[in-house]
C-alpha cells in the first residue's frame, strides 16, 4: 500500500530552542489528534536532530534530515554522515533538493553516491527532483525530471527503490508563492510513476509514494494532494508554522 506522507523541510531557520519549541507543539498536537493514514515527518537542520529525536520519541512523528555527506566517514571537515544522523533517531533524509543541486553544485552522481551511503546506512531518502523556469518555458520539463532520476536513482535496485519517497518539486514554485496547478502536479507525478514502472515494474511503482513541493500552504493542499499520483507534500515555509503545517498534514 502507498503511503501518504506530508513531510516539512525546515531548511536554515530557527535557532535550537524555537526548533525544539516547535517541535515539542508539533508533537504534543498529533498525540492528541493522530494524523490518519498520513504519515508526519520533520526534516530539521542537523544541530536540532538530537533534541527533537528525545522530544517526539514514542509518538508518531517522524524524524529527518536535510542532507547527507557524499563519504562514510574520515577527514571531511565539516560534514555530517548518514550513520551520525542515523544515530539521532531520524529516520529519513532529503537528498537531492533543488537549492542543494544550485547553491551548493550537487550533480546527479554525488547524489546518486549521497542516495547509496543513506540507504547502506539503513536511512530512507527523500529524493527531489524538478525543473526551473526556463526549462519548464521550453517544455523539456519531463526530459529534466527523467533525466534526474535516471541519473541519481535508477541504478538502485528494487529492493532499495522501495525505500525511496521521490519529490517533485518545480523550482520556480519553491518559495516563490507560484505552485503548479493541479494538472501540471498530476502529469508530472504520473511522468513519474511510469518511468520508475518502465524500469522496476508495477508493484514498486504503485507503492512508491511521490510527494509535491513547492509553496503548498493551507489554501492549496487539499486540492493538490487529490490527484491519484499526488501522495502528499514536501513543505518549505508552511512547515515552519505549527497551524499551517498541521492543516497540511489534514488535507492529506
Ligand atoms: P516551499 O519549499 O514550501 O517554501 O516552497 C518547499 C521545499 O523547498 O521543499
Redesign the pocket.
Known sequence: MRKTIVAG?WKMNMDLEEGLSLARSLDQYFRNTPSGKTEVIICTPFIHLTGVSDIIKGGSIKLGAQNCASEVSGAFTGEVSASMIKSTGAEYVIIG?SERRSYYHEDNDMLSKKTGIALDTGLNVIFCCGEVKDEREAGVHFNIVKCQLEEGLFNLDAEKMEKIIIAY?PVW???TGLTATPEQAQEMHKHIRSLVRDKYGNSVSDNMTILY????KPSNAAEIFSNPDVDGG?????SLKKDDFVAIVEAG
Open positions: 523541510n533538493h518539486e514554485a519553491i518559495g513541493g513547492g509553496s503548498c514536501l513543505i518549505g515555509g508552511a
